[in-house]
């Protein structure tokens, strides 16, 4: 399962991270548009 765990804290970031999203797949954390790449990025993370 594609579970969001973590993120870091850095200063300067495009979009702003809630705790709330922790816990949640991580495509539900992503636009509509963007799955298909989320998806594929997660293929090749498990691949390794």
């Known amino acids: ?3 969001y765990k973590y993120f870091n804290r850095a200063e300067k ?4 991270r809630a705790k709330d999203m922790l816990g ?10 963007s ?4 998806n594929k990025i997660l293929e090749v993370f498990k691949k390794g």
Do not use: A, D, P
């Not at 970031?13 to 702003?16: H, N, V």
């Not at 799955?35 to 989320?38: E, F, K, S, V, Y």
């Open 35 to 38: 799955i298909g790449m989320m």
């Open 1 to 3: 399962m594609n579970i």
């Open 13 to 16: 970031r495009t979009i702003k």
């Open 24 to 33: 949640r797949k991580v495509q539900s954390c992503h636009s509509e548009k």
